[in-house]
């Protein structure tokens, strides 16, 4: 159906307790976005409806990276896998402390529109090539 297709790129909002101003809205969202996203917003009696029309627009995801070779469990190694995949933010404790290592917990910060990778391979020396797996809650 056309009209669902039109709509599936919006997200919807709404406030509890009490409906803000669509004026409000729009000129906080464009102070708070003016350098991350454009963006077009509708509202009708309950709802707000927000597009966002640039590719820079990011969010923080959590994910598992799993088979991370011990050579990688760094900082600077993590930082190198999680960056196949978005740009790093952090590492969970348990991770950055090395008390959990069949798999790191990191936050990656990608662009809204990504397409996430399931797996990416990586290449250690010449001819050891190793599949990273990343899993997304």
């Not at 919807?12 to 307790?17: H, K, Y």
């Not at 760094?74 to 404790?93: E, I, M, W, Y």
Request: net charge neutral; charged share 30%; aromatic share 12%.
């Amino acid at each position: 159906m056309q009209g669902c297709n039109e709509w599936s790129e919006y997200v919807v909002g709404f406030f509890i307790e009490k409906r803000l101003s669509f004026t409000y809205v729009k000129n906080v969202l464009q102070q708070r976005w003016k350098d991350k996203c454009h963006f077009e917003i509708i509202a009708d009696k309950d709802l707000f409806y927000f597009k966002l029309s640039s590719s820079e627009a990011r969010q923080a995801v959590l994910g598992k990276i799993h088979n991370v070779p011990k050579e990688l469990w760094t900082d600077d190694g993590l930082g190198f896998l999680v960056s196949k995949v978005g740009v790093p933010n952090s590492q969970d404790k348990a991770t950055k402390l090395k008390k959990r290592i069949n798999y790191a917990r990191v936050c990656v910060e990608v662009d809204v529109s990504a397409k996430l990778p399931d797996s990416f391979p990586i290449e250690l020396a010449p001819g050891d090539e190793q599949l990273i797996s990343f899993e997304y809650p």
